[in-house]
């Protein structure tokens, strides 16, 4: 699925202990990363971006269009409410595994959403490993850095969000 690039995909993911892990539910659990990553870039300046309103506007817009690509790209037919209720799931437990375990400079740890991203998909601690809890850490890092990239820019040039 172009979706994700095949950034987290793998053969193990596909098929554990004849349990198929569903697409949607990986789908969901790297939309949650993202949407963690999206609210970390923002930290300290949503105000000057135009205030806390335009930035949930802008999150549930990202949100909306992140549901519309995934639903034009799947080769089968989803259930939007099911496929909108993962993805709200599973942003809310990442982002209260990331906030419950703060990373040592503050805020939010990567690594923790990472950690959680991983048993939204597969809830056996046993199938944990640190390289798989990477590819979500590392993940979650770089869209940190493209958001804020992004927000420095509007800050910069005087710009708001739109409301």
Not at 4 to 11: C, I, N, R, Y
Not at 93 to 109: D, F, L, M, Q, Y
């Amino acid at each position: 699925m172009s979706v994700f690039s095949g950034e987290v995909q793998s053969a193990d993911l596909q098929v554990r202990q004849n349990n198929k892990i569903e697409p949607e539910t990986i789908f969901a659990a790297a939309c949650g990363c993202s949407m963690m990553a999206l609210a970390a870039s923002a930290h300290g300046i949503v105000n000057s971006l135009g205030g806390d309103e335009r930035f949930y506007n802008l999150c549930a817009r990202v949100k909306h269009g992140l549901l519309e690509l995934y639903m034009s790209e799947a080769n089968t037919t989803i259930d939007t409410e099911d496929l909108r209720a993962r993805f709200e799931n599973a942003s809310h437990k990442i982002a209260r595994a990331g906030i419950e375990n703060p990373a040592s400079a503050g805020g939010a740890s990567a690594w923790q959403c990472a950690r959680m991203a991983w048993l939204i998909i597969d809830p056996l601690e046993s199938h944990l490993d640190k390289n798989k809890i990477a590819v979500f850490d590392d993940f979650i890092k770089q869209k940190y850095q493209t958001a804020r990239g992004f927000f420095n820019v509007l800050r910069d040039n005087k710009m708001l969000l739109p409301p």
